[in-house]
């Protein structure tokens, strides 16, 4: 049996002392998870700010998967878009162009690394080249480097200059609303097989 007392002045200082020990833990409750919140807070920061610095959560641009919209896709036959976010030239083959080498080329996309294979110049499309000039005559348009002049066809492939090979290439996957991706993080040398103009892929 408890010998507390239930009435007067004695039992009004217990409530008293009782209520200001629960205003305490009260308190030190709340205190305790403020700076739990705060913690969380700004350990989440700072992850944040580390994924963010080091582009961990969704790397874009070269080195990562690169998405093209379907109006930024060139026409069968049409002129090849630079993709400056992705560093390459996409190109749409109407067929065999730019199969100079007779390979079997049947069209479609290719996505092709815009530096030189000889010692890293970029290399830009040339629409007004004549092929007569490396021994292609009546095809005009070539990629052309500006440092030693090696000349690709419009599938990348090499027909003159001091470049080792063929462009390299990304690889292409088409999606369901008529967009591309373009795998930057994989570069498929130019030397490899297939042979450029077989490594398109059909788009309509
Ligand atoms: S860097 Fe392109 S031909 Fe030399």
Redesign the pocket.
Known sequence: MSNRPTSGPRAGRIEQARQQEARKVARRSFLRVSAFAGLTLFVGGMLASFLAFFNLRSPTGFGAPVTVGPGEIPGPGGTPERNSEGRFWLVNLDGGEGDVQGVGGTGGLLALYWV?P????T?PWNPAFDGGAVGHAGIVGWFR?P????TYSKAGVRVF???PRSMDTFDVEVNADGSITVNTSAITSGAADPPNPLRAIPYS
């Open positions: 030189c000889h010692l890293g110049c290399v480097c440092c030693h002049a090696s200059g001091p470049a």
